[in-house]
């Protein structure tokens, strides 16, 4: 079959290329299907406790994560004019479609007369600079709201906006967020724009501008590359229009389907284009080898060329698949995605590689081919060098890999939710600003419930007694994130004595159920409709997961020392997602395993030889737990994106592997001696690998571009390892195959 397939590719390459066109042209209808978001729920572990806990907290209480909070930053903070540009930008605000609410210095006025500012669209001389001040001061502290209004200084003010459900996509989001910029840059104020609803959209035109940034620079070192080692333009042309149709094909099948493109799969058009193209350049390898060093006819060489290689690449192929599709193990949607279609991308990098590179080629008629000597002079060296002493290039190897190795005990998960971005982004600063002088935009809730299996005659949650228990939980909080803010029930009764003059009047069981009424009309709700559980609702600093986990504790701890009818929980998008990141590595390390275990059982298969299965295997995990040790030496922690990188790069680099002990296998066959084989191996195939090697290393590095760390940690972690693995698949496994017992032909 594969014979026939080869034969009929060569005989009739045009026609094989037209309907290649038409199946392009076919799947790129689709692409204008695909959309872009991010969502702080793609993140959620299915299997997760947490996110049964937040999704019954949004239930009861609404979503938590939905606010924009606008900074600025006035020229003047006295002056007149400043506050009725601020009047007038509310106005034009509330009247866009999607804003819910708006908090603003003006809320706080409209309850309280003490903070009423004046007539801000009086004259000049009725507007006192002293008598502003002191209500400004008077606004700041206030219990309920001043604090996220007004910074302590009041050399910064900020307008705090919630937006409705059905504006919760990165389409409706990012026009609100334009919107809202056009009216900010016609005040005079410097403006900030923060929260988490900012986050969500300007991740997603960081993605965008990561596709845009990744491809050109990739394509042109791709380019310069195969031009330098192949001096000729087929060869270069045939390789970059296989990926650029594998990326077609899959983009069009993602829109087919409905796939979305979110914060892990908007880089699959860039892997796929680094790694897609080491099938071409295997299979242009391998044609001119036949072509030149057994003087075939060129259909001939290229149609044992597809029946070799056909088998080879559908190997090393399904080896890499299994690289990624070990992330599908996961209980996390988009990493199940990201796995699925970098795994689909690669198989079809096969199929469009077996097909185009020898049509192109034979239809092309381009076969001057000069001599690529550019890794001779070092594979000559290591083929001469290696069979005199292999245990030097066994005994190296392990010793280094050993010392990385020793620290991999030291290896630390910890993580914050802003470790994704760089510190001199803006988008890190325009947080640190909020963090600074408002207390953040992670959301944090913390509830306080009644047992109802233990309420021992108390059936109100808003009685004085569990209000004050409610004050020792917010007085811990406030106490540990002091850069934070946080909002319950008792600042709202503080703030309301503070406005009647009752500031140390205790009110009773009648008043307190009047108060818990009208804030259930609220839209920010805190307490539930049924009167059982008390919300604190926070906006907290980054921190680490490891420093929540001792907040964690702490409120565990004070949950003790409560009466048995009270609980505490805690829940909101950062506690979810700091815990998703720990649960996410550990799922991470497991789809390692799985990747390694498939893959062995694979190698068992094809080579049916203990010797070449061990050998291989210790090639391929000494790379990966060298880099794990030298993380540990650098202090760099274990986090999704990094865990993901090892077993994705294990699924690329076995590739060489493969490619090499073939190539060995088959020199055996044809009656060579293991240091012969091992000779012929690496300068022919050791040729093969390096180019490959050097484009898959060389485009992952561009991905030190990333403004996103994860992204520049992935590119350099994936280039590191696959730079190991050539080194060991080039001196380690050949010595390897010396001292280890012959493998039988099978």
């Given amino acids: 079959m594969v014979s026939r397939f080869s034969r009929y590719i060569i005989a009739k390459p045009q026609k094989t290329l037209i309907i290649v066109f038409m199946v392009t042209l076919f799947w790129s209808f689709f692409i204008p299907n695909l959309k872009i978001d991010f969502s702080i729920e793609h993140l959620f572990s299915k299997k997760d406790p947490n996110v049964e806990k937040y999704f019954s907290f949004r239930e009861e209480f609404g979503r938590e994560d939905n606010i924009i909070s606008l900074i600025y930053k006035p020229i003047d903070y006295l002056d007149q004019t400043l506050y009725q540009e601020l009047e007038s930008l509310i106005y034009d605000i509330d009247e866009i479609k999607g804003v819910n609410s708006i908090i603003s210095i003006f809320s706080i006025s409209d309850l309280d007369e003490k903070a009423w500012l004046g007539k801000i669209n009086g004259t000049k001389d009725n507007w006192n ?296 982004n803006k988008l890190y600063q325009d947080l640190k600003l909020t963090e600074k002088h408002f207390g953040g935009v992670l959301p944090f809730e913390v509830l306080l419930k009644l047992n109802p299996n233990n309420l021992s005659g108390i059936k109100k949650i808003t009685d004085n007694e569990n209000l004050s228990y409610l004050k020792k939980i917010q007085t811990l909080l406030n106490n540990n994130l002091k850069e934070s803010r946080f909002f319950s029930i008792n600042d709202l009764i503080t703030s309301i004595k503070r406005i009647r003059n009752d500031k140390d009047k205790l009110y009773n069981q009648e008043i307190l159920d009047q108060i818990a009424q009208d804030q259930n009309q609220q839209e920010l709700k805190l307490l539930n409709a049924n009167n059982t559980t008390l919300r604190i609702s926070g906006l907290i600093e980054n921190k680490t997961s490891s420093k929540m986990e001792i907040l964690y504790k702490r409120l565990d701890s004070l949950a003790l020392t409560l009466p048995k009818h009270l609980s505490i929980e805690y829940t909101g998008t950062t506690v979810v997602a700091l815990k998703t990141n720990n649960y996410l590595v550990k799922s991470l390390v497991d789809s390692l395993s799985i990747a390694i275990g498939l893959i062995a059982i694979i190698m068992a298969f094809m080579f049916r030889s203990k010797s070449m299965l061990f050998a291989s295997l210790v090639t391929n995990l000494i790379p990966i737990f060298t880099v794990l040790g030298i993380l540990s030496w650098l202090g760099i922690s274990i986090r999704p994106p990094t865990a993901m990188t090892f077993s994705v790069a294990l699924g690329i680099a076995v590739d060489d592997s493969l490619h090499f002990l073939l190539r060995y296998r088959k020199e055996l066959s044809n009656g060579l001696n293991k240091r012969e084989a091992i000779q012929e191996t690496i300068k022919n195939t050791g040729s093969a690998l390096m180019i490959t090697s050097s484009v898959l290393v060389g485009g992952f590095s561009i991905l030190f571009l990333s403004a996103f760390l994860p992204t520049y940690q992935f590119g350099l972690l994936a280039a590191s390892m696959i730079a190991c693995a050539l080194t060991c698949d080039l001196t380690l496994l050949p010595a390897l195959c010396l001292i280890l017992p012959k493998p039988t032909n099978n």
């Avoid at 699959?268 to 350049?281: K, S």
């Avoid at 006819?297 to 070799?308: G, L, R």
Wanted: charged letters at 15%.
């Fill in 129 to 424: 600079h002293d008598s502003l001040l002191l209500k400004l001061k008077y606004i700041q502290t206030d219990p309920s709201i001043g604090s996220r209004i007004l910074s302590k200084n009041l050399e910064y003010g900020s307008i705090i906006l919630s937006l409705n459900d059905n504006v919760n996509n990165h389409q409706a989001r990012s026009e609100i967020l334009e919107r809202i910029k056009v009216l900010t840059l016609k005040t005079s104020p410097e403006w900030t724009y923060s929260g988490v609803s900012v986050l969500r959209t300007e991740y997603v035109k960081y993605m965008v501008r990561d596709n845009f940034l990744f491809l050109p620079p990739i394509a042109i070192l791709l380019i310069c590359i195969l031009s330098f080692l192949f001096k000729n333009w087929v060869n270069v042309f045939l390789p970059i229009i296989t990926v650029i149709i594998t990326v077609i094909w899959l983009l069009g099948f993602m829109g087919l389907v409905g796939l979305d493109i979110n914060i892990m799969t908007y880089i699959v058009p860039t892997l796929l284009f680094i790694i897609g193209i080491g099938d071409a350049i295997h299979i242009q390898a391998y044609f001119r080898e036949k072509l030149f060093n057994k003087n075939l006819d060129p259909a001939e060489a290229m149609h044992e060329t597809v029946t070799q290689m056909f088998k080879v690449i559908f190997l090393t192929s399904i080896t890499t698949s299994i690289g990624f599709l070990a992330l599908t193990s996961t209980s996390i949607k988009i990493l199940q995605e990201f796995g699925l279609e970098i795994a689909c991308g690669v198989m079809i990098a096969w199929i469009i590689s077996i097909i185009v590179v020898p049509s192109g080629i034979i239809l092309l008629n381009r076969l001057d081919y000069p001599a690529n000597r550019s890794f001779s002079p070092l594979l000559n060296w290591l083929s001469r060098t290696i069979p005199k002493n292999p245990w030097a290039f066994i005994l190296i190897p392990i010793l280094i890999s050993g010392t990385a190795i020793f620290k991999i005990k030291d290896l630390s998960t910890d993580s914050s939710l802003m470790d994704d971005l760089r510190p001199e």
